[in-house]
Every structure is written in structure tokens, then in C-alpha cells.
């Protein structure tokens, strides 16, 4: 009994500052700051291919860390924990030295008409390295949930190693995976410290949130921060429902 009304207690503490988005929001002025709705249509866009490509390039990794497994693999752990552990805007300096017009990579990349630093591109690149690694570690988990014995029974049946995959481990690990692209799209959605840096334009919503509370006031925040949350909440919200709904099922 007092460990559950202590841990309501730990949640309330923990939403209570969401209330002002109800309290402190001058409902009478709700209205779009110049700006928001470019920023809006920036994040859906951008965080959509940033999530595609989590997705296309994350997803093979994954597995693979998952299923070859040597002496090697505790080093790629850590390594892919690099980024995940680097402050955002340490990371962000980070891209745009290493992409930007003065160094090597980014000459290079400029020469084929690639620039890496405030354009559409960069933008991109700024997300998919704020959430690939939350991608990649969360699939690595869902497909480490699947037993290793079903993949091969399925290829004692006659299954090649690639219809064992679709047939088998992804059917089983689509919950997990669910999660995973969730937690991505929330990231990339929601990056500030990397976009800030790299690509201050074109501005997204996390950067024009930051620059209405600088120049126009908190009143400006908060229709831009209903649009993130009803954007970016209600896909981890439906799949953490998912998985409780089917842990009871089991």
C-alpha cells in the first residue's frame, strides 16, 4: 500500500509540470506564431525519411548484431553507444565539423552538390543520428526476444534464411520493433542540442519553439508544443497499450 501511493506520488511529480500546458496557456490567443506552420510541415517531412532510413539501414544491423554474435560484438556495443552517449550539442559540433564546408568530408560531399550544414539534408542527417542508435539498440532487443530454435526449425522445413526471417522472426518481433520505430520517431521528432547546431534552417519545431520563446514570449510556445506532443505521443502511448494488452494475453 505505501509503495503504490509513493509511486503515485514519483508519477504525479513527474506530470505535474504538463498541467500548465492546460493552466498557463492563454486559451483566448491560442494562434500560430510566423513560422509554425512551416516548422510543422519541416518535422512531419523530414522526421518521416529520417525514420525511413532508421528503419532500412537500423533494421539489418540489428538482427545481425543480434544473430552473429563473437568477441567482436561487445565492442560494437559500445561503439554504437558513442553517439547515444554524447551530449547533442557536443554531438552536433561533432557533424558539423566533420560535414561542414571547411573539412575534408564535407568539400567533398559539397563538390557533388551535397551541403551537410542548414539545409534540407542536414536536417536529416542531424535526426537520423539523434535516433538511430535508440533504433537500433530497442530492435536489437525485439529480435533478441525471438527464440533462436524457431528460426531454425523453420529452415529444417525448407525455408531459405530470408523467408524464415518474414515468416518467422518478424511476425515475432513486430511488437518489439513497433517500439522501437516509436521511440525513434519521438526522437527525431523531438531533437534540438544536433538539429540546432547542424541545421538551424530549415527550422523545425524543437528550433522554432526556441526561437518564439526568445523573441515573442511563453505565450507563443505552447500552440507549437500541442502540435509535438499530438504528433509524437500517440504512437509510444499505442504501442506501450499494445504490449501490456498482449503480456496479459500470454
Given at each position: 500500500m505505501a509503495l503504490g501511493f509513493l509511486s503515485l506520488l514519483i508519477i504525479a511529480g513527474l506530470l505535474a509540470p504538463f498541467?500548465?500546458?492546460f493552466l498557463a496557456m492563454n486559451w483566448q490567443r491560442l494562434h500560430f506564431a510566423p513560422g509554425d506552420v512551416h516548422a510543422i510541415r519541416v518535422s512531419l517531412s523530414?522526421?518521416?525519411?529520417?525514420l525511413s532510413i532508421c528503419i532500412l539501414l537500423g533494421t539489418p544491423l540489428a538482427w545481425w548484431m543480434t544473430r552473429?554474435?563473437?568477441?567482436?560484438?561487445?565492442?560494437?556495443?559500445?561503439?554504437?553507444?558513442?553517439?547515444?552517449?554524447?551530449?547533442?550539442?557536443?554531438?552536433?559540433?561533432?557533424?558539423?565539423?566533420?560535414?561542414g564546408p571547411y573539412a575534408a568530408v564535407g568539400t567533398l560531399l559539397s563538390r557533388w552538390g551535397l551541403v551537410l550544414v542548414n539545409t534540407a539534408p542536414a536536417f536529416v542527417v542531424a535526426q537520423v543520428y539523434a535516433a538511430m542508435p535508440y533504433y537500433i539498440l530497442s530492435a536489437r532487443a525485439a529480435f533478441g526476444a525471438v527464440p533462436k530454435e524457431l528460426e531454425e526449425i523453420s529452415?529444417?522445413?525448407?525455408k531459405t534464411p530470408w523467408q524464415s526471417f518474414w515468416l518467422v522472426t518478424m511476425p515475432l518481433a513486430r511488437l518489439g520493433l513497433a517500439g522501437a520505430v516509436a521511440l525513434a520517431w519521438v526522437r527525431a521528432m523531438g531533437e534540438f542540442g544536433v538539429v540546432?547546431?547542424?541545421?538551424?534552417?530549415?527550422?523545425?519545431i524543437p528550433v522554432q519553439l526556441y526561437q518564439n520563446l526568445q523573441d515573442i514570449g511563453l505565450d507563443a510556445v505552447y500552440p507549437l508544443l500541442w502540435v509535438f506532443f499530438l504528433v509524437a505521443i500517440p504512437l509510444p502511448l499505442w504501442v506501450g497499450l499494445r504490449s501490456r494488452r498482449q503480456s496479459r494475453v500470454l
Open positions: 498541467s500548465e500546458m523530414y522526421s518521416a525519411i529520417s552473429r554474435q563473437s568477441r567482436w560484438t561487445p565492442v560494437l556495443d559500445g561503439l554504437l553507444l558513442v553517439p547515444l552517449l554524447t551530449p547533442p550539442l557536443a554531438l552536433g559540433i561533432l557533424l558539423a565539423t566533420f560535414f529452415r529444417t522445413l525448407g540546432l547546431i547542424v541545421a538551424y534552417f530549415p527550422m523545425g
